[in-house]
């Protein structure tokens, strides 16, 4: 009877000596996961977690480099101030007006309009060669341009700066007989994708502005005077 009861003693101081060392290697291995930020969750706390969503597209873009892409804007400023430093956003009303504009340094312009459409000209020519040095990888490029009387160009190509350039100079799309006055370049992966968003930026801006004040992707014809 002696030999029976340390023969179970000996087993139960084993079994929990057993269950301690592996309570304490648990321990010591949660301890190390939540170091890591690995901890396995509870299923408590994963009752009341909410799913995450990927946004596969995101990630897509992500894994093609075009998350790095970044759109480029030209300067709006004319350039021309009042005496007391107010913007003046149509130099040709205001020089009609008989009123004086001035340069940011306090100069007198003697031609509002023609010194608008320099700066404008030079803004839009820094922001085509941005585009580029921006996005080494970028393809081809799509872009609106602002012209005069709330009007809207949208266009695509792969050399900004020439197509810029062609438009300033009045070699490129007929249909734009004024001066830029801004313009936004839209990187892309290839040729097809930007003529893709062309088009679909094309009919945006129709829908937004009418048909009257937007061309482009292929409707160029003369805007009505």
């Known amino acids: 009877m002696a030999h029976y009861d340390c023969t179970t003693r000996f087993a139960v101081t084993t ?3 057993l269950c301690l060392l592996l309570t304490l290697v648990i321990l010591e291995i949660g301890v190390a996961n939540a ?3 690995s ?3 509870t299923a ?3 009752s009341k977690t909410r799913p995450v969503s990927v946004d596969k597209t995101k990630s897509w873009q992500a894994v093609r480099g075009r998350s790095s892409y970044k759109t480029v804007s030209s300067k709006r400023s004319t350039g021309c101030y009042t005496k007391s430093g107010t913007t ?3 130099p040709r009303a205001y020089a009609a007006a008989k009123k004086t504009a001035y340069t940011k340094y306090g100069k007198k ?5 023609k010194y608008a459409a320099a700066v404008q000209q030079k803004s839009i020519a820094n922001a085509a060669s941005a585009a580029v ?3 080494p990888k970028a393809k081809a490029f799509t872009y609106t341009v602002s012209l005069p ?3 809207k160009y949208v266009g695509m190509t792969t050399n900004p700066s020439q197509r810029m350039s062609a438009h300033v100079n009045g070699t490129g799309a007929k249909c734009i007989k004024e001066g830029l006055t801004a313009v936004t370049f839209t990187p892309h992966a290839s040729v097809a994708a930007a003529k893709k968003k062309e088009t679909a930026t094309y009919f945006q801006q129709k829908k937004k502005m009418g048909g009257d004040r937007v061309r482009g992707a292929g409707h160029t014809k003369k805007f009505p005077i």
């Open 35 to 37: 170091k890591q930020g």
């Open 133 to 135: 040095k921006r996005n």
């Open 88 to 90: 003046v956003r149509n």
């Open 44 to 46: 408590a706390f994963l």
């Open 149 to 151: 009387g709330q009007k």
């Open 15 to 17: 079994t929990l000596q």
């Open 109 to 113: 312009i003697h031609n509002p309009a």
């Open 39 to 41: 901890l396995f969750p």
